[in-house]
């Protein structure tokens, strides 16, 4: 059964404007790690953000925050002030203890000039 | 970008080839994962080093074979692999295995299999 789900297979913005990518998973786990990651087109993988389960303060890292809504198993990505170079898959991202990292299956985000 | 290293970056080979994929880490790191990347579809962990000692193995076929010399080291050697399997290979490492660890990504390799 899928783990984590990205309902929104693309998005688009507009440059310097907002846009939420969602994310949702599904556990019975209390403590547990939650990551954002972004693949630019032929260019690695990096971690964009991370939430830890037990902390109730969003993540925040400049211009990118979360929406962690435990209750609702939800883990939604807000990049504001959008930029040329924000075009990129986003994936999100989900594990608990030390067993393996679980991936959606990505959402691809343009944006316009 | 350049904390982890995968050669080559494009790869095609036939049903009955043998290659071998090589992963390389220049961050101290102590753990090392193998993951494939198909289209549409969510990355799959394929095996996981940690200490150079293989710690999981996610049900992979026979024909992906891992090796971990040392802990800057990994390597995926293919043989007799089937179309199904083309698809983009990542290597990841992190400080250590466990759940707070994040995970660096090396560029990947994209492999055809004809």
């Known amino acids: 059964a899928q783990t984590v789900t990205q309902s929104q297979p693309e998005m688009s913005v507009q440059e310097a404007e907002t846009v939420t990518l969602s994310c949702t998973y599904d556990?019975?786990?209390?403590?547990?790690?939650l990551f954002w990651y972004k693949q630019p087109p032929s260019r690695q993988m990096i971690l964009v953000i991370r939430?830890?389960?037990?902390?109730?303060q969003n993540a925040t890292e400049n211009r990118f925050s979360v929406n962690f809504q435990k209750a609702a198993k939800s883990f939604s990505l807000k990049i504001s002030d959008s930029q040329l170079g924000d075009a990129a898959m986003y994936f999100c991202?989900?594990?608990?203890?030390?067993?393996?990292?679980?991936f959606g299956a990505g959402t691809r985000l343009t944006v316009k000039p | 970008e350049t904390g982890v290293t995968q050669t080559p970056r494009h790869l095609v080979m036939g049903m009955t080839n043998k290659k071998s994929l090589k992963c390389e880490q220049h961050l101290g790191h102590n753990a090392m994962y193998w993951y494939k990347q198909s289209a549409k579809k969510p990355l799959e962990l394929m095996f996981v080093?940690?200490?150079?000692?293989?710690?999981e193995n996610n049900s992979v076929p026979s024909r992906f074979s891992p090796e971990c010399p040392n802990s800057s080291h990994l390597f995926l050697h293919l043989h007799t692999l089937q179309p199904e399997d083309s698809a983009l290979y990542l290597c990841?490492?992190?400080?250590?295995?466990?759940?707070?660890?994040?995970?660096?990504f090396g560029p990947g390799t994209r492999l055809l299999v004809l």
């Open positions: 556990t019975s786990e209390s403590d547990y790690y």
């Open positions: 939430q830890e389960a037990y902390k109730q």
């Open positions: 080093y940690s200490l150079e000692e293989r710690v």
């Open positions: 991202a989900y594990r608990r203890n030390n067993n393996d990292m679980r």
């Open positions: 990841a490492s992190s400080l250590g295995r466990g759940y707070q660890e994040t995970q660096y």
